[in-house]
């Protein structure tokens, strides 16, 4: 059996008798009307936490990492959020002022502690795997992660070495510093 249960892998844990240190959060995207080519690269600003990057077909996706944000699964849309965006955006990048909203949407983040995956078996349970806390890079990395489980599952080496992501390192203190990604 392999937990991969997203915004609900803490529950799927206790399930089988697991606590995970993980724990979801909402995060809120919004996309513009197209418009000509503004701007080549992605923008982030950690200072803001504001990250806005434009399309191929000229639309704006926009978004911030809101260290206020409660946890839970909540996925629902807020107009604060809105005018935080744009009011951050602005402030950054003023040509895109008069930018229309045409959608915005969220989702829920798994994260663990050091905001990196949690890969293997489970501490708590033979036959159970974990593939959590990916913190938003879930399905970026699903298919290398899906051969990992399978290899790890049928006992074969992982193409990727994993050992340092067990969920036993929070408990060793061997948290996992990444200072560049996002």
């Given at each position: 059996v392999v937990n991969a249960a997203g915004a609900y892998a803490g529950e799927v844990g206790r399930m089988a008798g697991e606590e995970l240190p993980v724990y979801s959060?909402?995060?809120?995207?919004?996309?513009?009307?197209?418009?000509a080519p503004l701007l080549g690269p992605m923008v982030l600003s950690f200072a803001r936490?504001?990250?806005?990057?434009?399309?191929?077909?000229?639309?704006?996706?926009?978004?911030?990492?809101?260290?206020?944000?409660?946890?839970?699964?909540?996925?629902?849309?807020?107009?604060?959020?809105?005018?935080?965006v744009a009011s951050r955006v602005t402030e950054l990048l003023p040509p895109l002022a008069d930018?229309?909203?045409?959608?915005?949407?969220?989702?829920?983040?798994?994260?663990?502690?050091?905001?990196?995956?949690i890969l293997g078996g489970s501490g708590a349970l033979e036959g159970l795997f974990l593939a959590v806390g990916f913190s938003g890079h879930g399905f970026m990395l699903a298919p290398v992660v899906g051969?990992?489980?399978?290899?790890?599952?049928?006992?074969?080496?992982?193409?990727?070495?994993?050992?340092?992501?067990d969920a036993g390192r929070f408990a060793r203190g061997q948290l996992i510093v990444e200072p560049s990604v996002v």
């Open positions: 959060e909402r995060h809120q995207i919004l996309a513009t009307e197209p418009v936490h504001l990250y806005c990057q434009q399309t191929p077909h000229g639309s704006f996706v926009m978004g911030l990492g809101d260290p206020a944000e409660p946890r839970g699964t909540d996925t629902g849309h807020s107009w604060q959020f809105l005018q935080r930018l229309r909203v045409v959608r915005q949407w969220s989702g829920s983040y798994n994260i663990s502690p050091d905001r990196q995956p051969e990992i489980l399978a290899a790890l599952i049928l006992g074969h080496t992982p193409p990727v070495d994993v050992s340092g992501l």
